[in-house]
Protein backbone atom coordinates (compact mmCIF):
# COMPACT_ATOMS: atom_id res chain seq x y z
CA UNK A 1 0.00 0.00 0.00
CA UNK A 2 1.50 3.36 -1.12
CA UNK A 3 2.25 5.97 1.59
CA UNK A 4 -0.75 8.24 1.50
CA UNK A 5 0.62 10.49 3.66
CA UNK A 6 3.76 11.65 1.45
CA UNK A 7 0.98 12.64 -1.11
CA UNK A 8 0.85 15.58 0.63
CA UNK A 9 3.33 18.83 0.33
CA UNK A 10 0.80 21.53 0.02
CA UNK A 11 -2.18 20.26 2.48
CA UNK A 12 -0.95 20.13 5.82
CA UNK A 13 -4.86 19.95 7.70
CA UNK A 14 -8.74 19.57 7.02
CA UNK A 15 -11.45 21.30 8.92
CA UNK A 16 -15.40 21.02 9.00
CA UNK A 17 -17.93 23.04 10.00
CA UNK A 18 -20.01 21.47 12.47
CA UNK A 19 -23.80 22.00 11.92
CA UNK A 20 -25.03 21.14 8.59
CA UNK A 21 -21.78 19.35 7.46
CA UNK A 22 -21.12 16.53 10.32
CA UNK A 23 -24.50 16.98 11.78
CA UNK A 24 -27.22 18.00 9.35
CA UNK A 25 -28.87 20.15 12.09
CA UNK A 26 -29.70 23.08 9.64
CA UNK A 27 -31.95 20.67 7.67
CA UNK A 28 -33.99 19.87 11.76
CA UNK A 29 -33.62 23.63 12.37
CA UNK A 30 -35.35 24.18 9.21
CA UNK A 31 -38.09 21.55 9.75
CA UNK A 32 -38.67 22.64 13.50
CA UNK A 33 -39.98 26.23 12.34
CA UNK A 34 -42.03 24.36 9.50
CA UNK A 35 -43.62 22.46 12.73
CA UNK A 36 -44.36 25.82 14.23
CA UNK A 37 -45.78 27.26 11.08
CA UNK A 38 -47.73 24.78 11.06
CA UNK A 39 -49.76 24.54 14.16
CA UNK A 40 -51.10 27.80 12.92
CA UNK A 41 -51.68 26.82 9.56
CA UNK A 42 -48.96 28.51 7.56
CA UNK A 43 -46.79 27.32 5.28
CA UNK A 44 -42.89 27.82 5.84
CA UNK A 45 -40.88 29.13 2.73
CA UNK A 46 -37.69 26.97 2.37
CA UNK A 47 -35.27 29.37 0.02
CA UNK A 48 -36.30 31.99 2.15
CA UNK A 49 -34.81 30.30 5.45
CA UNK A 50 -31.94 29.22 3.08
CA UNK A 51 -30.58 33.12 3.02
CA UNK A 52 -30.58 32.61 6.89
CA UNK A 53 -28.35 29.33 7.37
CA UNK A 54 -25.17 29.14 9.06
CA UNK A 55 -25.79 32.22 11.29
CA UNK A 56 -27.53 32.92 14.27
CA UNK A 57 -28.99 36.44 13.35
CA UNK A 58 -32.87 35.99 12.00
CA UNK A 59 -32.23 39.46 10.08
CA UNK A 60 -32.89 38.21 6.69
CA UNK A 61 -35.48 36.17 7.34
CA UNK A 62 -37.65 36.56 10.46
CA UNK A 63 -39.34 33.28 11.26
CA UNK A 64 -41.72 34.68 13.43
CA UNK A 65 -42.76 37.72 11.43
CA UNK A 66 -43.80 35.13 8.41
CA UNK A 67 -45.71 33.32 10.74
CA UNK A 68 -47.20 36.28 12.31
CA UNK A 69 -48.30 37.83 9.14
CA UNK A 70 -49.41 34.87 6.89
CA UNK A 71 -51.49 33.76 10.02
CA UNK A 72 -52.54 37.57 11.01
CA UNK A 73 -51.94 37.01 14.82
CA UNK A 74 -49.44 38.16 17.39
CA UNK A 75 -47.14 35.78 18.69
CA UNK A 76 -44.62 35.77 22.13
CA UNK A 77 -41.28 35.13 20.28
CA UNK A 78 -39.77 33.45 23.40
CA UNK A 79 -42.89 31.05 23.94
CA UNK A 80 -43.13 29.95 20.60
CA UNK A 81 -38.91 29.68 20.35
CA UNK A 82 -38.58 27.57 23.57
CA UNK A 83 -41.68 25.74 21.55
CA UNK A 84 -39.64 24.88 18.94
CA UNK A 85 -36.33 24.66 20.29
CA UNK A 86 -37.65 21.95 22.52
CA UNK A 87 -39.09 19.65 19.51
CA UNK A 88 -35.71 20.30 17.82
CA UNK A 89 -33.65 18.98 20.32
CA UNK A 90 -35.49 15.87 20.78
CA UNK A 91 -35.10 15.10 17.26
CA UNK A 92 -31.15 15.95 17.28
CA UNK A 93 -30.88 13.96 19.81
CA UNK A 94 -31.43 11.05 17.52
CA UNK A 95 -30.18 12.78 15.03
CA UNK A 96 -27.05 10.24 13.06
CA UNK A 97 -23.92 12.11 11.03
CA UNK A 98 -24.61 13.47 7.90
CA UNK A 99 -24.12 10.91 5.12
CA UNK A 100 -20.48 9.87 4.22
CA UNK A 101 -19.38 11.86 7.22
CA UNK A 102 -17.56 8.89 9.31
CA UNK A 103 -15.79 7.46 6.45
CA UNK A 104 -14.22 10.91 5.05
CA UNK A 105 -12.66 11.65 8.71
CA UNK A 106 -11.55 8.75 9.11
CA UNK A 107 -10.05 8.77 5.25
CA UNK A 108 -8.73 11.87 6.05
CA UNK A 109 -7.14 10.70 9.19
CA UNK A 110 -5.50 7.32 8.01
CA UNK A 111 -3.63 10.01 4.96
CA UNK A 112 -2.07 11.59 8.12
CA UNK A 113 -4.47 14.91 7.88
CA UNK A 114 -5.07 16.69 11.39
CA UNK A 115 -8.75 17.46 11.53
CA UNK A 116 -9.99 20.41 13.02
CA UNK A 117 -13.85 21.46 13.75
CA UNK A 118 -14.19 24.98 12.89
CA UNK A 119 -17.94 25.85 14.11
CA UNK A 120 -20.03 29.01 14.72
CA UNK A 121 -21.56 27.04 17.39
CA UNK A 122 -20.91 26.53 21.30
CA UNK A 123 -18.12 24.14 22.86
CA UNK A 124 -20.98 22.28 24.42
CA UNK A 125 -23.37 21.64 21.62
CA UNK A 126 -20.35 20.96 19.34
CA UNK A 127 -18.48 18.46 21.65
CA UNK A 128 -21.69 16.67 23.29
CA UNK A 129 -22.85 15.39 19.61
CA UNK A 130 -19.24 14.57 18.56
CA UNK A 131 -19.47 12.75 21.90
CA UNK A 132 -22.33 11.06 21.38
CA UNK A 133 -21.81 10.16 17.48
CA UNK A 134 -18.55 8.59 18.55
CA UNK A 135 -16.51 11.53 16.75
CA UNK A 136 -15.14 13.63 19.28
CA UNK A 137 -11.26 11.99 19.25
CA UNK A 138 -10.77 11.97 15.88
CA UNK A 139 -10.20 15.72 15.96
CA UNK A 140 -7.06 17.47 16.85
CA UNK A 141 -8.98 20.36 17.36
CA UNK A 142 -12.60 22.06 18.11
CA UNK A 143 -12.70 25.54 17.47
CA UNK A 144 -16.02 27.85 18.43
CA UNK A 145 -18.30 30.63 18.41
CA UNK A 146 -17.91 31.04 22.18
CA UNK A 147 -14.41 31.07 21.69
CA UNK A 148 -13.71 33.84 19.59
CA UNK A 149 -15.18 37.76 19.26
CA UNK A 150 -16.99 37.13 15.93
CA UNK A 151 -18.60 34.06 14.99
CA UNK A 152 -19.19 33.38 10.73
CA UNK A 153 -19.33 35.28 8.63
CA UNK A 154 -16.37 36.71 10.83
CA UNK A 155 -13.09 34.21 9.99
CA UNK A 156 -12.24 34.21 13.64
CA UNK A 157 -13.02 31.23 14.20
CA UNK A 158 -10.76 30.16 11.08
CA UNK A 159 -8.09 32.28 12.78
CA UNK A 160 -8.29 30.41 15.56
CA UNK A 161 -7.89 26.73 14.52
CA UNK A 162 -4.81 28.04 12.36
CA UNK A 163 -3.10 29.40 15.10
CA UNK A 164 -4.26 25.96 17.08
CA UNK A 165 -2.34 23.98 14.11
CA UNK A 166 0.33 26.41 13.64
CA UNK A 167 -0.95 26.56 9.87
CA UNK A 168 -1.31 29.25 7.23
CA UNK A 169 -4.40 29.72 5.01
CA UNK A 170 -2.56 28.08 2.21
CA UNK A 171 -2.28 24.47 3.78
CA UNK A 172 -5.84 23.83 4.55
CA UNK A 173 -9.15 22.92 3.29
CA UNK A 174 -12.02 23.31 4.89
CA UNK A 175 -15.86 21.73 4.44
CA UNK A 176 -18.69 24.05 4.36
CA UNK A 177 -22.79 24.09 3.75
CA UNK A 178 -23.61 27.65 4.12
CA UNK A 179 -23.20 31.21 2.77
CA UNK A 180 -22.19 32.59 5.87
CA UNK A 181 -19.78 29.24 6.25
CA UNK A 182 -18.12 29.60 2.97
CA UNK A 183 -17.97 33.61 3.58
CA UNK A 184 -16.19 32.85 6.72
CA UNK A 185 -13.63 30.57 4.84
CA UNK A 186 -13.06 33.10 2.12
CA UNK A 187 -12.58 36.02 4.83
CA UNK A 188 -9.93 33.55 6.44
CA UNK A 189 -8.38 32.98 2.77
CA UNK A 190 -8.93 28.98 3.03
CA UNK A 191 -9.46 26.82 0.20
CA UNK A 192 -13.23 25.76 0.72
CA UNK A 193 -15.32 22.69 -0.19
CA UNK A 194 -19.17 23.51 -0.73
CA UNK A 195 -21.04 20.47 0.80
CA UNK A 196 -24.74 21.69 0.37
CA UNK A 197 -27.32 19.72 2.55
CA UNK A 198 -31.12 19.95 1.93
CA UNK A 199 -31.71 23.30 2.98
CA UNK A 200 -28.71 24.88 2.05
CA UNK A 201 -28.64 23.72 -1.41
CA UNK A 202 -31.63 26.66 -1.93
CA UNK A 203 -29.51 29.02 -0.79
CA UNK A 204 -27.15 31.28 -2.84
CA UNK A 205 -23.48 29.75 -2.32
CA UNK A 206 -20.44 31.19 -3.89
CA UNK A 207 -16.95 32.35 -3.54
CA UNK A 208 -16.10 28.21 -3.16
CA UNK A 209 -13.30 26.12 -4.59
CA UNK A 210 -15.10 23.42 -5.44
CA UNK A 211 -18.74 21.81 -4.81
CA UNK A 212 -19.57 18.38 -3.78
CA UNK A 213 -23.44 17.42 -3.38
CA UNK A 214 -22.25 14.77 -0.92
CA UNK A 215 -19.62 13.44 0.51
CA UNK A 216 -20.78 9.72 -0.46
CA UNK A 217 -20.27 10.31 -4.34
CA UNK A 218 -17.02 9.92 -4.53
CA UNK A 219 -14.08 8.39 -2.38
CA UNK A 220 -12.73 11.47 0.43
CA UNK A 221 -9.21 10.04 -0.58
CA UNK A 222 -9.72 11.12 -4.08
CA UNK A 223 -11.08 14.68 -3.44
CA UNK A 224 -8.24 15.32 -0.99
CA UNK A 225 -5.58 14.20 -3.79
CA UNK A 226 -7.40 17.07 -6.13
CA UNK A 227 -7.11 19.66 -3.46
CA UNK A 228 -3.62 18.99 -2.96
CA UNK A 229 -2.90 19.63 -7.02
CA UNK A 230 -4.79 22.84 -6.68
CA UNK A 231 -3.26 23.90 -4.06
CA UNK A 232 0.31 23.19 -5.24
CA UNK A 233 -0.98 25.33 -8.41
CA UNK A 234 -2.10 27.93 -6.22
CA UNK A 235 1.82 28.69 -5.28
Known amino acids: MPDMQS ?25 SWCHIAGL ?8 EWAANAGGYQYHIFDPVTHIETEAGITLNRTEVNDRRRAWFLEKVAALPEA ?26 WVEGNLERLG ?10 GSEVDA ?7 YQLA ?15 DSPQGIAAA ?19 LKGYQRRIDSLTERPFTELLLDIEKDLSRAL
Do not use: W
Open 40 to 47: YGVSFPLK
Open 151 to 157: VKPAPDV
Open 99 to 124: PGIRESLKSAASMGLPLAVVSSSGQE
Open 186 to 204: VAAGIYCIAVPNQVTRAAA
Open 162 to 176: LQRLNLTPGQVCTLE
Open 7 to 31: SFSHLRAVFFDFDGVILDTETMLYK
Open 135 to 144: LLSLFETICC
